[in-house]
């Protein structure tokens, strides 16, 4: 069993920057992905980014070259860096992590909050 404990998020002004963090605990094989995804409210959840333990990375289109995903393996956590923040980035961003070990699973964290304000 792995759990996510995330912290970061909050409101902040159109242009402003946010962290968020997620760390994860318990078991976990070494092929695995780690991200974030977000939902606001009436759409569906999307990827915002995620890291593979090969050093790939993939972030969704409308935040390419405004987000950066990084990992400390050592400290199983995930960092994105959100900067020039839009309104539409409003969302709960949702941290999530694959472990595609013999028995493929998928874990959600609880969520956090973030609100642009124009």
């Known amino acids: 069993q792995v759990q996510l404990v995330e912290s970061g998020g909050g409101l902040v002004q159109a242009g402003g920057s946010l962290r968020l963090s997620c760390a994860a605990s318990?078991?976990?094989?070494?092929?695995?992905?780690m991200g974030w995804y977000r939902q606001a409210p009436g759409k569906p959840r999307e990827l915002v980014a995620n890291h593979i333990t090969d050093g790939r990375t993939n972030y969704g289109d409308s935040v390419k070259g405004r987000f950066i995903i990084s990992r400390d393996t050592a400290k199983k956590t995930v960092y994105l860096e959100m900067s020039s923040l839009k309104p539409e980035d409003t969302a709960v961003y949702y941290c999530?992590?694959?472990?595609?070990?013999?028995?493929?699973?998928?874990?959600w964290g609880q969520g956090l909050q973030v609100t642009v304000s124009s």
């Open positions: 999530n992590f694959e472990d595609w070990g013999p028995i493929p699973r998928s874990y």
């Open positions: 318990g078991s976990i094989f070494s092929s695995n992905a």
